[in-house]
């Protein structure tokens, strides 16, 4: 379905993506990385909004820039809120659809079927400038989705959301990868998981990762991690308590850091704070590796250009 062969976009001196080759076939993905990661760049292209200044993009086996063919069956929801603010969700659809070359009647038609299906009942009469941002967010689902793409691309599609609208939302969204594909950008897992899509993982415009969800955690748990112990005796501490294989690597910072790369840091953390009991050693601080979003794709960063962490 999506080809990248050495893909590098340039903004003048700036990298937005950076030597990116991926393929993914038809299905549901989620493109994750933090804000800033390349994912909006990514889109992009993949959408035909920008060209690549190196590499091949092909989407359905063609290039998607300024290609009718492709762009006709791609859906595509911007991050950004909407801009129109007068029209209503029905107008504003409705005028989507027929951009796609849809007649006024198709266009209705299609427009109140995916109006309904993102739930925005009674509020499709209103200004879209009265509307609060979740309700744009539906909106522009709508939109995406009215002329029945074969790609669905989604943009963070569920910012701005409470968790009842995030949930259902979810679940239609879900429903449409039966059948058809989806490609959805997040900062958050926890939200490409609720999808169970594949996952593409990016960080400062590279891919570092790709696969299911399963197995992006293997390869992650599979990492070292490092607990940071401060304490008064580090040398002592660490020929009491880090003689076992759990501890992987040793390195000392100043006169009271003590770093332990281990690949099982809650069972090393516990045999530090047992062993530094039982010898009087006092401990200020334990304080286990990064475990956050962020930390999880510095580690990708790492075994990507070959580096232990």
Excluded at 264 to 289: C, F, H, N, T, Y
């Amino acid at each position: 379905m999506l080809s990248l062969c050495h893909v590098t976009k340039l903004y003048g001196s700036v990298i937005g993506v950076n030597d990116v080759t991926v393929e993914l076939g038809t299905g549901a993905h989620g493109l994750l990385g933090p804000n800033g990661a390349g994912k909006t760049t990514f889109l992009g292209l993949v959408t035909g909004q920008l060209r690549a200044s190196i590499g091949d993009v092909k989407v359905f086996g063609e290039p998607p820039f300024a290609n009718p063919r492709v762009l006709a069956r791609i859906g595509f929801c911007p991050a950004a809120d909407l801009t129109e603010r007068h029209a209503t969700p029905r107008q504003w659809v409705r005028y989507l659809v027929r951009l796609s070359g849809y007649s006024p009647a198709a266009a209705a038609v299609r427009a109140e079927r995916a109006l309904e299906q993102v739930g925005l009942g009674e509020a499709i009469l209103r200004p879209l400038g009265t509307l609060s941002k979740g309700m744009r967010q539906r909106a522009k689902l709508a939109g995406a989705m009215a002329h029945e793409p074969d790609l669905l691309v989604l943009d963070e599609p569920f910012d701005g959301l409470d968790p009842l609208a995030r949930h259902e939302l979810v679940g239609l969204v879900r429903k449409w990868a039966v059948d058809r594909s989806l490609l959805v950008a997040s900062h958050l897992l926890h939200e490409i998981e609720a999808l169970k899509a594949g996952l593409v993982v990016i960080l400062g415009g590279r891919l570092v990762a790709s696969g299911t969800v399963g197995e992006i955690r293997d390869l992650v748990e599979s990492l070292p991690t490092e607990l940071r112990v401060v304490c008064d005796q580090p040398r002592r501490l660490a020929e009491k308590t880090c003689q076992s294989a759990a501890a992987e690597s040793l390195r000392f910072e100043g006169e009271n850091v003590l770093i332990v790369g281990t690949r099982s840091p809650q069972a090393l953390a516990e045999r530090i704070a047992e062993g530094a009991l039982q010898a009087g050693i006092m401990v200020r601080e334990l304080v286990p590796g990064d475990r956050s979003l962020e930390g999880l794709f510095g580690r990708l960063v790492q075994l990507h250009r070959g580096v232990a962490p």
